[in-house]
């Protein structure tokens, strides 16, 4: 459960390991969070994205049919559409957290993000892209390029908020009736937190396996 005055999305992202990515906790702390999924079935499929700010204001819940050929492509169009929402209510220095239940998605993401500061633009491992995304993933990069700053979280399915939106679209079409928002978030409270020195996920799971 999310704290009070506080993103529920922002508690699972930093809850969450982030591939690649090391880093102390108050880096976790984002302007933004978006939750994506996409859905596959021979009788069709959708997409699904749920936006917030870090105190927990709503911006935006997407729900839509699709017809993708693949699951993987299902999950590259949602991000698509999730970022492109999210790029048009959102100011162009914003920090974001990306929230995926899909390994290489979010693998690509943060590699995508770590070749902008290397100084040959080379991802520090190699980025697969399933060829019939190519056209959303080039989507996906410019949106990636156009903010603050970005990093992704992979989480499981089953705490995907997003999840639900994709699996059913035909339920949430009221959604499509909800106003468009533009918010921002409230300024960081002094009465937040301190963050504790405990590694991130991602992190402690790293150390974890060196030692096993």
Same mark, same amino acid.
């Given at each position: 459960?999310?704290?009070?005055?506080?993103?529920?999305? *922002?508690?699972?992202?930093?809850?969450?390991?982030?591939?690649?990515? !090391?880093?102390?906790?108050?880096?976790?702390?984002?302007?933004?969070?978006? !939750?994506?999924?996409?859905?596959?079935?021979?009788?069709?499929? &959708?997409?699904?994205?749920?936006?917030?700010?870090?105190? &927990?204001?709503?911006?935006?819940?997407?729900?839509?049919?699709?017809?993708?050929?693949?699951?993987?492509?299902?999950?590259?169009?949602?991000?698509?559409?999730?970022?492109?929402?999210?790029?048009?209510?959102?100011? *162009?220095?914003?920090?974001? &957290?990306?929230?995926?239940?899909?390994?290489?998605?979010?693998?690509?993401?943060?590699?995508?993000?770590?070749?902008?500061?290397?100084?040959?633009?080379? %991802?520090?491992?190699?980025?697969?892209?399933?060829?019939?995304?190519?056209?959303?993933?080039? &989507?996906?990069?410019?949106?990636?390029?156009?903010?603050? !700053?970005?990093?992704? !979280?992979?989480?499981?399915?089953?705490?995907?908020?997003?999840? %639900?939106?994709?699996?059913?679209?035909? *339920?949430?079409?009221?959604?499509?009736?909800?106003?468009?928002?533009?918010?921002?978030?409230?300024?960081?409270?002094?009465?937040? %937190?301190?963050?504790?020195?405990?590694?991130?996920?991602?992190?402690?799971?790293?150390?974890?396996?060196?030692?096993?």
């Amino acid at each position: 459960m999310a704290a009070h005055g506080r993103s529920a999305l *922002r508690d699972l992202f930093d809850e969450s390991p982030t591939p690649h990515i !090391a880093h102390p906790p108050r880096t976790h702390h984002r302007d933004f969070y978006v !939750a994506t999924d996409g859905s596959f079935r021979e009788s069709g499929g &959708g997409l699904g994205a749920v936006i917030e700010t870090r105190d &927990g204001t709503r911006v935006a819940r997407i729900a839509t049919t699709d017809t993708p050929p693949d699951n993987n492509v299902a999950e590259y169009r949602a991000l698509h559409l999730g970022l492109d929402v999210l790029a048009a209510r959102a100011p *162009r220095d914003a920090s974001v &957290g990306v929230l995926i239940d899909h390994d290489a998605l979010a693998s690509n993401v943060n590699n995508t993000i770590l070749a902008t500061s290397h100084p040959d633009g080379k %991802p520090p491992r190699p980025i697969s892209i399933p060829a019939a995304t190519r056209y959303h993933w080039r &989507g996906i990069q410019a949106r990636l390029t156009g903010f603050g !700053a970005v990093r992704a !979280a992979r989480i499981d399915s089953d705490q995907n908020p997003a999840h %639900p939106l994709a699996n059913a679209p035909d *339920r949430y079409q009221h959604l499509s009736h909800e106003p468009a928002r533009c918010v921002l978030p409230e300024p960081p409270q002094s009465s937040d %937190p301190a963050p504790t020195e405990f590694p991130p996920p991602s992190r402690a799971d790293r150390n974890k396996q060196a030692s096993d």
